[in-house]
């Protein structure tokens, strides 16, 4: 009853996405049949938590590729980026409210979801920077400040619906330095094509065919398994299994950085992209493991950017990777458990350096029109080892679209809507249904089901670089369990970009 109520809310969304659509068409069609006066290009300054401003929006529209639809560009923010290109000064302010309705819950557990209503706050400050050495050498220095905390210590939801919450409010507030790293480009053809300039890669130019390299502090994600659609908590989806793979558990301390690696060729119309990386000495740990022997991580991604559909860009990404850690086993936990040796199931009493958990996704975003875009993710991993790094779950499917305000007035609106279906393994379920706790989940017992999440949200352009974003989550079977939920999130969400 319950996946049929989420099933029926994502699909009325769906339908008025489906009747935006095809009013869009229609619009489009009758603009067609008008003459057209000419419409010079305007240069507009763009937001670094723009869709534009991640690191795959170096990627230029080739001629040869599939042309994108008139797009209004991004708002301005507060204070204009127009900096010469050797320079980079930028910042943001991410504030969400946030809490949930009360809930049937028979039993709870050290890691549950709390069924009595709460009200949370997490705000999180980042001040982007970077200089250009030389031509093509970059340092770029990002300082950040996470705060507050989600709804039950973001326990109890393997899709725990904030993604700017740091699983350890014990860390403070203090600022931290985010990203510290050097960015190289070695050009690999004479041709050069427009890039966007944004606080991962300054240049306004870059060699059509190239070699970039970044070393140093990281976030994995910047450049792994991104989505034009469902990719930023700043402007679009609040949830961490729609803005990222669930299936990924990539490499990562308790905030979301390790150290590392990436290469990545970028030719025309594709590009691949490896990285090796450190992992945390212990799982959703904040200490990395720096002996490369013990623990590690390699990701490898390949990128296509062809279209389905005639002159629409698209985007399809095929992901895998292996990490190696001290990680414990589900199984060997249960078996210890049921022969007597442990009072409890503790897979962090059953950990061995050197295991391996390796996984697979796909990521794919579409242009339907001038202002619908669909998108899609599936991901995969092993679940006899625990999960580590991310989240707790071994596979996902996420299906979802997202509509710009334009047909009402409002060019720098949007509205997106998201279901996804996250599961876990036979022995993660039985290690959970045992009293068994991961880091995130552990209710006590376990009557399994997938976790079903639809996630709606409206961000709102109020001024400049400033927005609101009302938005709602619907969670069944919250942490895999059908004896908890349905849970009603909503939540409220200020952004700010300097």
């Known amino acids: 009853m319950r996946l049929r109520f989420s099933l029926l809310f994502a699909s009325a969304v769906l339908l008025l996405c489906a009747a935006l659509f095809a009013q869009d068409r229609k619009s489009s069609s009758l603009i067609a049949q008008l003459p057209q006066a000419p419409n010079p290009k305007v240069q507009d300054t763009k937001s670094p938590d723009s869709e534009s401003a991640s690191p795959d929006a170096t990627i230029p529209t080739q001629a040869s590729e599939p042309e994108k639809s008139s797009d209004p560009g991004d708002p301005p923010s507060i204070f204009g980026h127009s900096t010469p290109d050797w320079l980079w000064v930028s910042g943001q302010a991410n504030i969400i409210w946030q809490g949930h309705f009360a809930f049937h819950a028979p039993y709870s557990g050290p890691n549950s979801l709390k069924p009595k209503g709460e009200l949370t ?3 999180v400050f980042t001040l982007y920077t970077g200089v250009q050495l030389v031509k093509g050498t970059e340092i770029l220095f990002d300082i950040e400040s996470a705060q507050g905390r989600g709804i039950s210590d973001a326990l ?20 931290y330095i985010a990203r510290i790293m050097l960015h190289q480009v070695i050009p690999l053809s004479s041709k050069q094509v427009e890039s966007e300039r944004g606080p991962f890669s300054l240049a306004s130019e870059l060699p059509e065919r190239r070699l970039e390299i970044n070393a140093g502090k990281i976030s994995i994600v910047d450049w792994f ?17 729609i803005d990222n793979n669930g299936g990924y558990d990539y490499s990562a301390d308790t905030r979301g950085y ?3 690696l990436r290469l990545e060729y970028q030719d025309r119309d ?12 212990v799982a959703n740990g904040i200490d990395l493991e720096w002996n490369l022997r013990k623990a590690r991580a390699e990701n490898i991604e390949f990128e296509l950017r062809r279209s389905a559909l005639p002159k629409r860009a698209a985007s399809f990404r095929f992901l895998t990777y292996i990490n190696h850690a001290n990680m414990g086993s ?17 897979v962090t009493a059953h950990r061995r350096q050197g ?30 080892n625990e999960s ?47 009293g068994g706790q991961g880091f995130l989940l552990g209710d006590g017992n376990l009557n399994y089901g997938r976790e079903n999440i639809t996630e709606v949200y409206y961000n709102l352009h109020l001024w400049r670089g400033i927005f609101s974003s009302p938005e709602l989550q619907y969670v069944v079977n919250p942490g895999y369990n059908r004896d908890r939920g349905p849970v009603v999130v909503p939540a409220l969400r200020m952004h700010v970009d300097f």
């Open 121 to 123: 706050n997490s705000r």
């Open 156 to 175: 109890g939801l393997a899709g725990f619906t904030d993604l700017d919450v740091v699983r350890n409010p014990s860390l403070g507030a203090a600022p």
């Open 225 to 241: 398994d991104t989505n034009s659609v469902a990719n930023s908590s700043h402007d679009q989806f609040l949830n961490w299994t």
């Open 258 to 260: 390790t150290y590392g």
């Open 270 to 281: 594709w590009a691949v992209r490896f990285a090796e990386s450190l992992m945390p000495k």
């Open 330 to 346: 589900y199984q060997e936990a249960v078996a210890a458990f049921l022969a007597g040796k442990d009072p409890v199931p503790d």
């Open 355 to 384: 295991r391996i958990k390796y996984g697979f996704g796909i990521s794919a975003d579409q242009e339907v029109s001038d202002n619908m875009r669909v998108f899609g993710r599936w991901g995969w991993n092993e679940g006899n």
């Open 388 to 434: 580590f790094a991310y989240t707790e779950v071994n596979e996902t499917v996420l299906l979802g679209a997202d509509y710009k305000g334009v047909p009402w007035g409002r060019k720098f609106d949007r509205v997106g809507l998201a279901f996804v279906s996250n599961g876990i393994s036979k022995a993660h379920q039985e290690y959970l249904k045992l």
